[in-house]
């Protein structure tokens, strides 16, 4: 009964580029303007975001099913592309996905570590936006979050 946004969220850190599917995501500021996201604690993700200190969130369409399911594994990223998906560097040098809609660039701010999912505050330093689309909800893709 909790209706959650698909987000691919990319961090760099050093030679290491990833990324992955999420779904819990929310504001939780307006000033400055904040995000939290969990991210599972073992993961790969979790760890380059915790180093790097800086990552990207990426809100996707409604259109973009096919799109999220290269994510869900973190396989192969090069200087170009990630799973197979192209990005470029943005600021704080995050990956930002060329086919997706928008984008936040968030400044690692502070995490809750209790759980097996870090709440993983970040504060929006640039947002950008490709094209306006209706968001892909998890309840539209069939899917269900198991962690």
């Known amino acids: 009964m ?16 990833a990324a992955a599917t999420i779904d819990w995501v929310t504001q939780s500021s307006f000033e400055p303007p904040m995000v939290v996201c969990c991210l599972r604690r073992d993961s790969h993700i979790y760890e380059i975001v915790t180093k790097a200190r800086s990552y990207a969130l990426h809100p996707l369409g409604a259109d973009q099913k096919a799109f999220a399911m290269h994510f869900f594994k973190n396989r192969e990223a090069n200087e170009s592309t990630i799973n197979g998906q192209s990005y470029r560097l943005g600021p704080l040098s995050v990956p930002l996905l060329t086919d997706a809609p928008t984008h936040l660039v968030l400044q690692y701010c502070a995490e809750l570590p209790q759980g097996d999912h870090a709440v993983v505050l970040g504060q929006v330093i640039h947002v950008g936006l490709n094209r306006e689309t209706p968001p892909l909800l998890l309840r539209d893709t069939g899917w269900q979050y198991g962690g």
């Open 2 to 17: 909790i209706p959650y946004g698909i987000h691919v969220i990319t961090a760099h850190f050093e030679n290491q580029v």
